[in-house]
């Protein structure tokens, strides 16, 4: 804590040069506030069986300096999931980059760029909405994350543009050293509008990471987003996803973050339910062995009546890994008529795993339909058996039983080719192979 408040005072003003402008704005008061609150510790709630915190007690560089990359030696953009034809960006430690050739291939009416580049292109759209939804947080890492990024992305969707094809982004952190990144990233999806995103999680192999990414989704009345993370990194790279979610009248978001690989990991979503007849579904599932550590803590505010919400997250764990998730779903007052479920389970494979499971609900309306709960149990060895009986080796039989218990979530992602893409690397992960995508960069540096 001290070494990153002393670290601001010694070089504000070089991180302000070398930062988006409009971040700048907000800067100095985030940093009296995380002076103020300092990093959370066990004593804090929303971080009472996180491990996270304990991992910034390596001696992380941070780049005062946003740092141009070579990517023409190392061919970064490419990523072969066949028939996805998606508009690919790369985020870069904390920088963009998008290939000629990708940028040509944008959807019309549809920007993906560095908030830097915004901020020139779309100032009003960026003043309108940038920190509108992470200002409200509470949380001291929000304030960290404010104190000292400089870039992001940012993704415009204009008002009834239906984009004809996804857009991916691939997150990769790269350095010889230890390292912590900071990004804080604006989606907005105007009225009437449709889009489709894809986020790839990926780091170096041996070196120690640290990802901070504060996310803030806009969507507008009537439109449609959806929003699937697959982080399948090292064990060496810890993870803190900050999102902040606001949905207009009728509109639809799906947010769905699947983990194969981390070293300790933290997803952290607020959804507020701003419209009339929306509907969201969260969701997600992690696969973790070793001492992997993944937390889903999230926050469904129905503000508005006849919404409805599902939440559903599925963990499977392996060895001493630790899974944790708490979730709180809010009905106001005035949200009459709110559907919403919440649903946490959970698979331990040996005694030494761990889950910390807390659904909770908070209903200050009278006329709601909201239910909640949370299983933890092991896998079931009588349909292991039957399985054997009828000619299955135990490890296919295994193997089969736990995919079929994620089904549910995967069968939530609506891009085809995607969704059949991550049956195959989630079969691979439980067959224990911790290979990534054919093609991706990681794959190639090694």
Same mark, same amino acid.
């Given at each position: 804590?001290?070494?990153?408040?002393?670290? @601001?005072?010694?070089?504000?003003?070089?991180?302000?040069?070398?930062?988006?402008?409009?971040?700048?704005?907000?800067?100095?008061?985030?940093?009296?506030?995380?002076?103020?609150?300092?990093?959370?510790?066990?004593?804090?709630?929303?971080?009472?069986?996180?491990? &996270?915190?304990?991992?910034?007690?390596?001696?992380?560089?941070?780049?005062?300096?946003?740092?141009?990359?070579?990517?023409?030696?190392?061919? &970064?953009?490419?990523?072969?999931?066949?028939?996805?034809?998606?508009?690919?960006?790369?985020?870069?430690?904390?920088?963009?980059?998008?290939?000629?050739?990708?940028?040509?291939?944008?959807?019309?009416?549809?920007?993906?760029?560095?908030?830097?580049?915004?901020?020139?292109?779309?100032?009003?759209?960026?003043?309108?909405?940038?920190?509108?939804?992470?200002?409200?947080?509470?949380?001291?890492?929000?304030?960290?994350?404010?104190?000292?990024?400089?870039?992001? @992305?940012?993704?415009?969707?204009?008002?009834?543009?239906?984009?004809?094809?996804?857009?991916?982004?691939?997150?990769?952190?790269?350095?010889?050293?230890?390292?912590?990144?900071?990004?804080?990233? &604006?989606?907005?999806?105007?009225?009437?509008?449709?889009?489709?995103? &894809?986020?790839?999680?990926?780091?170096?192999?041996?070196?120690?990471?640290?990802?901070?990414?504060?996310?803030?989704?806009?969507?507008?009345?009537?439109?449609?987003?959806?929003? @699937?993370?697959?982080?399948?990194?090292?064990?060496?790279?810890?993870?803190?996803?900050?999102?902040?979610?606001?949905?207009?009248?009728?509109?639809?978001?799906?947010?769905?973050?699947?983990?194969?690989?981390?070293?300790?990991?933290?997803?952290?979503?607020?959804?507020?339910?701003?419209?009339?007849?929306?509907?969201?579904?969260?969701?997600?599932?992690?696969?973790?062995?070793?001492?992997?550590?993944?937390?889903?803590?999230?926050?469904?505010?129905?503000?508005?009546?006849?919404?409805?919400?599902?939440?559903?997250?599925?963990?499977?764990?392996?060895?001493?890994?630790?899974?944790?998730?708490?979730?709180?779903?809010?009905?106001?007052?005035?949200?009459?008529?709110?559907?919403?479920?919440?649903?946490?389970?959970?698979?331990?494979?040996?005694?030494?795993?761990?889950?910390?499971?807390?659904?909770?609900?908070?209903?200050?309306?009278?006329?709601?339909?909201?239910?909640?709960?949370?299983?933890?149990?092991?896998?079931?060895?009588?349909?292991?058996?039957?399985?054997?009986?009828?000619?299955?080796?135990?490890?296919?039989?295994?193997?089969?039983?736990?995919?079929?218990?994620?089904?549910?979530?995967?069968?939530?992602?609506?891009?085809?080719?995607?969704?059949?893409?991550?049956?195959?690397?989630?079969?691979?992960?439980?067959?224990?192979?911790?290979?990534?995508?054919?093609?991706?960069?990681?794959?190639?540096?090694?």
């Amino acid at each position: 804590m001290k070494n990153y408040v002393q670290l @601001y005072r010694q070089f504000a003003e070089r991180i302000k040069e070398n930062s988006a402008t409009v971040l700048n704005k907000f800067r100095d008061a985030s940093f009296a506030e995380f002076e103020q609150k300092g990093f959370p510790d066990k004593k804090t709630e929303a971080y009472l069986n996180s491990s &996270l915190i304990e991992t910034l007690n390596t001696d992380y560089d941070v780049k005062i300096h946003q740092l141009d990359i070579d990517t023409s030696q190392n061919q &970064l953009f490419q990523c072969k999931i066949p028939s996805i034809n998606a508009a690919l960006g790369f985020m870069l430690n904390d920088k963009f980059y998008m290939a000629d050739d990708q940028r040509r291939s944008l959807p019309e009416g549809v920007e993906f760029c560095a908030l830097s580049d915004a901020e020139r292109l779309y100032p009003e759209v960026v003043g309108r909405y940038l920190h509108t939804l992470s200002d409200k947080s509470r949380d001291a890492m929000t304030a960290f994350n404010s104190t000292f990024v400089q870039n992001g @992305y940012f993704i415009y969707v204009k008002k009834n543009t239906v984009a004809d094809k996804p857009l991916q982004l691939i997150n990769m952190l790269l350095s010889e050293a230890p390292m912590i990144a900071f990004t804080h990233n &604006l989606i907005v999806v105007e009225q009437g509008a449709s889009l489709q995103l &894809l986020v790839c999680d990926h780091a170096e192999e041996g070196v120690d990471f640290f990802a901070s990414k504060v996310t803030e989704v806009v969507v507008g009345d009537g439109a449609r987003f959806e929003y @699937y993370s697959l982080e399948n990194t090292t064990r060496k790279a810890n993870n803190l996803m900050q999102m902040f979610v606001t949905q207009g009248n009728n509109s639809q978001v799906i947010v769905n973050n699947l983990l194969l690989l981390n070293a300790v990991s933290r997803n952290q979503i607020t959804a507020d339910i701003d419209g009339e007849n929306a509907s969201l579904f969260l969701g997600g599932m992690l696969i973790s062995d070793g001492t992997q550590e993944a937390e889903n803590n999230t926050i469904i505010r129905h503000n508005q009546p006849n919404s409805t919400s599902n939440e559903l997250f599925k963990y499977i764990l392996d060895e001493r890994s630790h899974g944790i998730f708490s979730g709180i779903i809010v009905v106001e007052k005035d949200a009459q008529k709110t559907l919403s479920r919440q649903t946490n389970k959970s698979i331990c494979l040996t005694p030494e795993a761990v889950v910390n499971s807390r659904p909770q609900l908070e209903i200050y309306a009278d006329d709601v339909k909201c239910g909640h709960g949370a299983t933890t149990g092991q896998l079931d060895n009588e349909a292991l058996f039957y399985m054997k009986q009828r000619g299955i080796d135990q490890d296919t039989a295994r193997m089969m039983l736990l995919s079929a218990f994620v089904q549910d979530v995967i069968d939530e992602i609506h891009i085809d080719v995607l969704r059949d893409k991550m049956k195959d690397m989630i079969d691979r992960r439980l067959r224990n192979d911790h290979s990534h995508c054919e093609d991706c960069f990681v794959h190639r540096m090694e």
